[in-house]
Nanobody, 118 residues
Framework: QVQLVESGGGLVQPGGSLRLSCAAS????????MGWYRQTPGKQRELVAG???????NYVDSVKGRFTISRDNAKNTVYLQLNSLKPEDTAVYYC????????????WGQGTQVTVSS
């Protein structure tokens, strides 16, 4: 089992930056896939960025060049750096972990609110 705790959300002006953190309750070095999703009211949760245990990353087109996902296995933490924020980035951001490709079992954090507004 993995417990995930997000932090770092808040209110920021357009063009600003935030760094989200996702702290895991155990070692993440063997977790094959971790990622950040976001959700706005009335919409489905969407994958924003993902990172594998090998360090491969993927991003939704709308954030490419602006967001960066990284993982620090020593700190059991995954980060999402959000730059050049736009109002349409406003959402609740959730951390996700899928420990194994052999199982569909996955875990979610409680979410952190990001609001981009002037």
């Amino acid at each position: 089992q993995v417990q995930l705790v997000e932090s770092g959300g808040g209110l920021v002006q357009p063009g600003g930056s935030l760094r989200l953190s996702c702290a895991a309750s155990r070692s993440i070095s063997s977790i094959v896939s971790m990622g950040w999703y976001r959700q706005t009211p009335g919409k489905q949760r969407e994958l924003v960025a993902g990172i594998t245990s090998g360090g491969s990353t993927n991003y939704v087109d709308s954030v490419k060049g602006r967001f960066t996902i990284s993982r620090d296995n020593a700190k059991n933490t995954v980060y999402l750096q959000l730059n050049s924020l736009k109002p349409e980035d406003t959402a609740v951001y959730y951390c996700h972990a899928r420990p194994s490709l052999m199982s569909s079992l996955s875990y979610w954090g409680q979410g952190t609110q990001v609001t981009v507004s002037s």
